[in-house]
């Protein structure tokens, strides 16, 4: 039987409103989503965390305790970024086994771990400590095309993925590029070699999505992430409504509560208006380029709000043409966060700078192989042009990262600010905007 994830609380306004939705809509729709039979609700982790500390003034964690009491009958699921957790850099072991451990304690059910390098070994960690905790632990792929990813590859990746103790496998088909037959091709290497259930997950940018998922659902897909439709296509993922009335006309019982689906769509209806000053209209089109330059839903949103503040927007066609040349400079990453962060922004470098006359020391991080192994190798001549003489990193990052624990509670096991253990977290994820929001300094931004 195929279900549904609901994607409403999390990646949709990710991927259309830059992870803008407030906690009011958002503890307001998740007794009406609880009612409906979902599999499981994503409602934390992304860049959830960092925008609500950065721009809503509101407390992460207190949003996933809010949530999991707003919706108790429901599986909570977050994305975890691996040994990144909610972060934008590697954390030691001691920071992800403590963040897990009480993430699972405030709600999460489900913890859904990728790595942007599709690098298991930044990946065992999180899984350990997810299973330690009594949690469901679904390995992820981060799903892209390039002269060097195969569905051998993939396959491979998740038998590795299965032998760290994962319970499913996600596609993560970030950009929204996979198509009906590599997506059906991939499933079943997948299935054949693990027996785990799959689960699918894509977006609406190159249009493909709709018709990928029907495949999928013909080929036995165990779940599809969808967004209730007032949040749904463009960026976002297809039409929650939508893929449950392909599935009842196709035979399969979902077992979901349409008066309680119904409720849920009027209600986000009506949150969407919140937000209207936030969606570009280009968030919402299909753009078939991402074939070509393959970013992501939250990470085009983002895009074009930051060449806007910068009032470089007449200038996005060329950074756009730049992503994919940058890419494959830096050994054909896949673009998630925070490898699409850091390709995005070292390609706007380049379009209003000049050819790497700027490099971001995440550029030269991700060269040097601080954030693991990268699916091509790193042509040397152009490594050495960004790094000089320092030394490659071939082991597992994480082995060179001391234990951060202890110096982060002498720094503040004092401070009058950090009142709880999730306090401490989340000055880890980020201290300086942790700080501004623990001491009352953040003030909500307005829509």
């Known amino acids: 039987m195929t279900q549904i994830m609901e994607t409403v609380l999390r990646d949709a306004h990710q991927s259309l409103f830059a992870t803008r939705m407030k906690n009011a809509h958002v503890l307001g729709g998740a007794p009406i989503l609880d009612r409906v039979g979902f599999a499981a609700l994503e409602a934390w982790g992304g860049a959830t965390f960092d925008a609500c500390l950065r721009f809503l003034a509101e407390d992460p964690w207190d949003r996933l305790s809010e949530i999991k009491k707003a919706a108790p009958h429901t599986p909570i699921q977050m994305l975890l970024r691996g040994q990144n957790l909610v972060g934008y850099r590697h954390y030691a072991d001691d ?4 963040f897990v451990q009480l993430a699972a304690k405030n709600g999460v059910d489900i913890f859904r771990i990728f790595d942007a390098l599709n690098d298991t ?9 997810v299973i330690k905790a009594g949690k469901r632990a679904q390995g992820t792929i981060a799903y892209t095309t390039s002269k060097v990813h195969t569905i051998e590859k993939f396959a491979e990746t998740a038998v590795e993925l299965m032998n760290l103790g994962c319970d499913s496998i996600c596609i993560k088909d970030m950009s929204g590029i996979i198509d009906p037959t590599s997506a059906v091709s991939l499933m079943t290497a997948i299935k054949k070699k693990t027996g785990l259930p799959v689960q699918l997950h894509s977006h609406c940018t190159s249009g493909l999505a709709p018709m990928t998922y029907q495949a999928a659902i013909s080929a036995g897909v165990d779940i599809l992430d969808c ?37 849920a769509c009027e209600y986000f209806k009506e949150a969407r208006t919140h937000y209207e000053s936030l969606i570009n209209p280009i968030s919402e089109r299909v753009d078939t380029r991402v074939f070509s330059f393959q970013i992501p839903g939250g990470m085009l949103s983002n895009l074009l709000h930051q060449l806007e503040e910068q009032k470089k927007l007449d200038r996005l066609e060329e950074v756009l043409a730049e992503v994919p040349r940058v890419r494959a400079d830096m050994g054909y990453p896949p673009l998630v966060t925070p490898t699409s962060q850091i390709v995005g922004v070292q390609a706007v470098f380049n379009v209003l700078l ?85 001491s009352g300094q953040t003030k909500a931004e307005s829509v």
């Open 95 to 98: 920071v992800v086994e403590a």
């Open 121 to 129: 070994r930044n990946m065992e960690t999180a899984i350990r400590a």
């Open 227 to 263: 967004a209730m439709s007032p949040l749904s296509g463009g960026t976002s993922q297809p039409p929650t409504e939508t893929v449950a009335y392909v599935l009842r006309k196709s035979g399969i019982n979902t077992d979901l509560d349409i008066e309680a689906l119904n409720e």
């Open 354 to 438: 000049g050819k790497y006359k700027v490099v971001g020391k995440e550029t030269k991080a991700l060269i040097q192989g601080a954030y693991g192994r990268t699916p091509a190798p790193i042509d040397p001549e152009f490594r050495k042009k960004v790094l000089g003489n320092q030394k490659p990193i071939e082991d597992r990052p994480a082995d060179h990262l001391k234990p951060e624990l202890p110096a982060l509670k002498e720094k503040y096991g004092n401070s009058a600010f950090v009142k709880r253990p999730e306090d401490l977290l989340t000055l880890a994820m980020n201290p300086d905007v942790g700080m501004r929001f623990l």
